[in-house]
């Protein structure tokens, strides 16, 4: 295990050690703690492994984990699916010589040709690469969200939108939640690229300039891309809640393809359809804000 993984590892047992309280773990709490959840010992107890043991894997000082025994910490952590891939990866990390420096990630054409696909039938669409980088998107995408496409490279990436972006905060109705998805989206992919300078560059700048960022990525916490739904308030069409799937290209296992959609006659589909009728406007201008639901209009500067 390299130097750089053992803290990594003992913070996120730490941290998800502090989340159990005691009641939680059914153990009858005697006495003041002086931790916050489990001692370490409370937790080997609930593992059913030497405290010892735990204390040195806790540490980054035993490489010789096994799958059983991660399972068995895993259950006693209450660790949801993502955060127990995270575990393995971080107490059995591939070795170094297997480790070969990345890529540049590109679209492949019909990765390129399904985002404008989905553009004709109403449904945002964008891929996410390592370190969450937009690595395309297609119109509507550009329209609902931002157009990363239009921005210097070096910015187009999820997380610095998210965080650095004063649209971002008026866009997603739910904020709070949005950035602390985001920040665990990020510690997954630092899971699988420790080794990442990229990733480690991005990381800094976000702590140093949003004190939010910097709160969320010490909470350790992980977050696997799947399904779900997200609300937003858009200057252009209104409130709109979509629906996303997280679908992952087979020739790059590190993109994945957002693909957005409302359920069909809802208001939120017809503020799709509204903004997929807009047309573009390079370089700013006017928008007028548009209710979804009636189709009145009041003037808005565009964000």
Not at 151 to 156: D, K, L
Not at 171 to 181: F, I, K
């Amino acid at each position: 295990m390299s130097d750089r993984l053992k803290p990594r590892l003992a913070d996120f047992l730490r941290a998800a050690r502090a989340r159990i309280t005691p009641e939680q773990a059914g153990i009858t709490d005697e006495g003041p703690r002086r931790v916050e959840g489990l001692r370490r010992e409370e937790l080997a107890m609930l593992a059913g492994v030497s405290v010892d043991y735990y204390t040195r894997l806790e540490q980054g000082r035993s490489t010789s984990a096994s799958t059983q025994v991660l399972d068995v910490i895993a259950d006693a952590l209450r660790l949801d699916d993502a955060e127990r891939a995270h575990l393995h990866t971080l107490a059995r990390p591939a070795p170094s010589h297997r480790r070969r420096a990345a890529k540049p990630q590109r679209l492949h054409p019909a990765t390129r040709s399904l985002l404008d696909d989905l553009d004709t039938v109403s449904r945002p669409a964008f891929v996410l690469g390592r370190r969450l980088d937009i690595l395309g998107q297609n119109r509507l995408a550009a329209l609902l969200i931002a157009d990363f496409e239009a921005m210097p490279a070096a910015e187009r990436n999820q997380a610095r939108f998210v965080f650095l972006d004063p649209h971002a905060r008026e866009l997603y109705v739910d904020w709070d939640r949005v950035a602390a998805d985001t920040v665990a989206m990020l510690r997954m992919d630092a899971g699988r690229h420790p080794e990442d300078p990229g990733l480690g560059s991005l990381v800094g700048d976000l702590s140093i300039r949003c004190p939010e960022f910097r709160h969320l990525w010490a909470r350790q916490r992980v977050h696997q891309r799947s399904t779900g739904t997200k609300a937003y308030h858009h200057p252009l069409v209104g409130d709109l809640t979509i629906t996303y799937q997280a679908l992952t290209p087979s020739d790059d296992p590190d993109q994945t393809v957002m693909i957005y959609d409302a359920e069909p006659g809802s208001p939120s589909a017809h503020a799709l359809q509204l903004l997929a009728a807009e047309p573009s406007r390079p370089g700013g201008g006017r928008f007028r804000f548009r209710s979804a639901a009636t189709g009145r209009a009041d003037r808005r500067d565009e964000l």
